[in-house]
Each structure stands twice: as structure tokens, then as C-alpha cells.
């Protein structure tokens, strides 16, 4: 059995960031456990998100969701809708996926888990943003708090969210 995690990083507004890569914040400690949660699991990430990064992210088994049939994926494997891309990931014991704002809204029904941080400030500028979701559905887990300081300019909370499944 494995658990497909949203991982993401927003703000105020669940603005994720522009379509052209410019990023709206630099949060190294944030960043850095982003990297160290996914290494090693699959992850499936967007065309749009994978050509800002242009490389596949070492360590892990790339997956790039694209609707384009001669898309070249640089290393990583290319897949044309959300079913494919978690059907090559299997068997992982975890599949992330990190992005962008269209993969995680296709994504949102199928994930068990979201790993968010939202970052305390509104970003203009943004035109990808991560889908609103109901406490309904979702149960909030754990939450840590990273004030601002020397290295980040803006304080955030690292979130931890389980799907809530119906017994019935």
C-alpha cells in the first residue's frame, strides 16, 4: 500500500508561483526539508514545473505529466495524465507529488496525505496557485512553526494533513 503525498509551499493566498520559474521566496530551511522528504520516493511534477527546474531531481524517479506527445523529458519519464504517472510510481511505499497548481488540483482526489507550508505573505504576481481544501476532508496532523530570521525573510508553518476517509 503507499500513501501519494501533496507536497507544496505557499502563501497567504495558496499562490504557489509564476509560470515562468521567477521564485517568490527563498526559504532554505524549508527548501532543504523539501529535498530530504522526497528523495529516494518517486515524484510527479507538471511540464511546466519540470521545465523551470529543467533537470530531473537526483535520487528520486522523475515522472512528468505532460498532454504533448513529443515532449523530450530530459532524464525523467513522460506520462500524459495524474492515473499514468501514480501507476508507474507504484510500488513505492510513498509517491509525492510536488506540482504545479493544475497537477495538484488533478492530484487533489487521489493523495492521502498534503506536506504544506504556508508562508506568512501575500505574493503578487502569482499565477499558480495550490487548491483550497475543506477541513471536512482533511485533518490537520502536525503543524511546526519557523519564525523569520538571518536566512528567511518570512515565517512559515509546516503542515501536516491526512485525508479523512469514511468508514462507512
Known sequence: MNTIILAAAF????ELGTESGAPLWNLPDEYNRFRESIRSFPIIIGR?????IRQPLEGSLNIVVTHRN????????????????????????????IGGGDIFKMA?????????????????GANAFFPRFSTEKWKLISTQRHE?????????????????????
Do not use: C, Q
Not at 502563501?11 to 495558496?14: A, I, T
Not at 511546466?48 to 523551470?52: E, I, T
Not at 523569520?148 to 462507512?168: G, L, P, Q, T
Open 148 to 168: 523569520i530570521d538571518e536566512r528567511h525573510a518570512y515565517a512559515f508553518d509546516f503542515e501536516v494533513w491526512e485525508r479523512i476517509y469514511n468508514k462507512s
Open 70 to 97: 513529443d515532449y523530450n523529458g530530459h532524464g525523467a519519464l513522460v506520462v500524459h495524465s495524474i492515473e499514468e504517472a501514480i501507476a508507474a510510481a507504484k510500488p513505492a511505499e510513498k509517491i509525492y507529488i
Open 108 to 124: 487533489m482526489d487521489f493523495a492521502d496525505r498534503m506536506e504544506i507550508s504556508r508562508i506568512d505573505k501575500a505574493f503578487t
Open 48 to 52: 511546466k514545473s519540470f521545465d523551470v
Open 11 to 14: 502563501g497567504k493566498n495558496y
